[in-house]
């Protein structure tokens, strides 16, 4: 029952979405009667509504979405100048990510004129296992919530990108060991390449932040930078994580338990190409 419900919910892409029982049964692929019966339970919940004009999320699907608009909002305008600064610094493209329905979702998007060759915009979506941006959020989760979002069969956007779940934990896990730091080179768009960190909540990732290039892009240079930045958002947005003293017992299995230290920026800036690979 639960997943009949979430696939009628899905099925209203916004809040002024409105749709037929006969929309409905056909995007889900559910019989009329069914659609109908679940439909009615949804309105009498007020996760829907049933107007003259059909059905269309109720007020406790748009509560829900309020609060989470609202946390994205907080997330861009702290980022922000974050974001401004990195692309001054560097002159590459920043983008400002969430996860959502286990898909990047652009939140911001920062740069000069190569912006334009960067196939990506604000509200636009890409997959979170092809995607600097998406693997360094699902660094910071447990396997297990991994493999759901991102199911059994990975599509693949180019020839370099991983297709399979063996393949992801063992990238995620070099993730890990470079205490965050994701890379992606012509995983999601052809020629395109990425280095991008997660923005951390008390609960785990909240965003990410990235800089984008093509292929030669001097990305190792620059990722310290990403790093930087993405620290400070989350401490600006969870000041806890600030006060976090290291754990002395072992850290779990699979999660990273802190990014790099100001001694270990230093020696990374001073790395060439090819060093963090």
């Given at each position: 029952?639960?997943?009949?419900m979430t696939l009628i919910l899905d099925a209203f892409q916004g809040a002024t979405t409105r749709l037929t029982l006969e929309q409905v049964a056909r995007a889900t692929h559910l019989p009329r009667s069914t659609a109908h019966r679940i439909l009615d339970q949804l309105v009498s919940l007020a996760w829907l509504e049933h107007t003259p004009f059909g059905y269309g999320l109720g007020s406790r699907s748009l509560k829900l979405g309020h609060a989470a608009d609202r946390g994205n909002h907080e997330l861009r305008a702290e980022a922000a100048p974050m974001l401004h600064d990195l692309m001054?610094?560097?002159?590459?493209?920043?983008?400002?990510?969430?996860?959502?329905?286990?898909e990047v979702s652009y939140l911001d998007k920062v740069g000069g004129r190569f912006a334009g060759s960067v196939p990506s915009r604000v509200g636009g979506r890409a997959p979170v296992h092809?995607?600097?941006?998406?693997?360094?959020?699902?660094?910071w989760?447990?396997?297990?919530?991994?493999?759901?979002?991102?199911?059994?069969?990975?599509?693949?956007?180019?020839?370099r990108t991983i297709a399979d779940r063996l393949t992801l934990h063992q990238e995620l896990h070099r993730i890990r060991g470079r205490g965050g730091l994701a890379f992606e080179r012509g995983?999601?768009?052809?020629?395109?390449?990425?280095?991008?960190a997660a923005v951390r909540g008390v609960d785990g990732p909240i965003g990410a932040i990235s800089l984008v290039g093509d292929a030669q892009a001097p990305l190792e240079r620059v990722a310290p930078l990403?790093?930087?930045a993405a620290r400070s958002i989350s401490h600006k947005l969870s000041p806890e994580l600030a006060q976090q003293v290291r754990p002395r017992r072992r850290p779990r299995a699979?999660?990273?338990?802190?990014?790099?230290?100001?001694?270990t920026m230093g020696r990374l800036?001073?790395?060439?190409n090819g060093g963090w690979m």
């Open positions: 029952m639960v997943e009949r001054v610094q560097t002159g590459l493209v920043v983008h400002l990510a969430v996860l959502v329905n286990g092809s995607t600097a941006l998406g693997k360094s959020m699902l660094a989760l447990e396997a297990e919530t991994v493999e759901e979002m991102v199911g059994e069969a990975l599509a693949r956007s180019t020839r995983e999601c768009f052809p020629n395109i390449s990425c280095v991008a990403v790093t930087m699979g999660v990273p338990q802190e990014t790099f230290s100001s001694e800036m001073a790395v060439g």
